[in-house]
């Protein structure tokens, strides 16, 4: 069973948050509520604790990451291996409760909006504790291959485009269940008055809306 706790990543200085996260956090919080459902939102020094703690044989290339986003999206995946729940990125605007639709006994991960980018992307992940799909990911994520694309983007390197990777070549073919985009993750559209408009699926429930801040660039 996925266990009903929510994570999130963010630095612990709040004013260093986009406009986005807030509205992200709340609607996390309004539709998740406490206690029914536990929250851990993780800063960085947690992070790189957590994997300190429980996954020393990393920690090494954990630190040698060029920037911390790729610090971020690694420890998300350690996170689900070892405690389960949902993860969400903070841009992630939750528009009701979809813990019903998660499949009780799978890794799952989002579809992207961006085909011609990537399959999947780690904006929006869940998964039961202990779920083999993620040692295929730690797998990955230490290969030789992987290291030399360091320099190259963190979306090949940490990002949706190595859990592609790992999704079409893992060695034991673990099968996950994908999110649909049109309900999880609809495509933005051009931005209108400020407010972006995201493709409508009139005839389709709509659980969340990813508002692509992009932070990783920064």
Same mark, same amino acid.
């Given at each position: ?24 956090r709340?609607? +996390? /919080?309004?539709? !998740?509520? *406490?206690p029914?459902?536990? #929250?851990?939102?993780?800063?960085? &020094?947690?992070?790189?604790?957590h994997?300190r ?11 040698s990451?060029?920037s ?9 995946y ?15 605007? +939750? /528009?009701?409760? !979809?813990? *019903?639709?998660?499949?009780? #006994?799978?890794?799952?991960?989002? &579809? ?9 992307q ?16 730690m ?11 360091f320099g ?10 190595m ?46 809306r ?9």
């Open positions: 069973m996925i266990p009903k706790i929510i994570h999130q990543t963010a630095p612990s200085d709040r004013d260093r948050w986009p406009s986005s996260w807030h509205l992200g709340q609607s +996390v /919080l309004y539709h !998740f509520p *406490s029914e459902y536990k #929250h851990i939102l993780w800063h960085d &020094e947690d992070l790189e604790n994997i703690e429980h996954h020393g044989w990393f920690l090494e290339m954990y630190l990451y060029p911390p986003i790729y610090r971020v999206d690694a420890a998300r350690f996170i689900l291996h070892d405690m389960g729940g949902i993860y969400l990125d903070m841009d992630m605007e +939750v /528009l009701q409760d !979809f813990y *019903s639709q998660l499949p009780a #006994h799978s890794a799952s991960v989002v &579809e992207s909006p961006f085909p011609n980018m990537e399959k999947v780690n904006s929006l992940m869940a998964s039961p504790p202990r779920h083999p799909f993620w040692i295929e990911v797998r990955e994520l230490s290969s030789p291959h992987t290291r030399l694309l190259s983007n963190v979306l090949d390197a940490t990002g949706p485009r859990l592609d990777r790992v999704m079409e070549t893992g060695t034991t073919r673990i099968r996950t269940h994908v999110l649909p985009m049109r309900n999880f993750n609809p495509e933005p559209l051009d931005q209108v008055y400020n407010t972006t408009q995201w493709q409508s699926y009139p005839h389709e429930p709509r659980y969340t990813h508002h692509a801040s992009a932070s990783w660039r920064d």
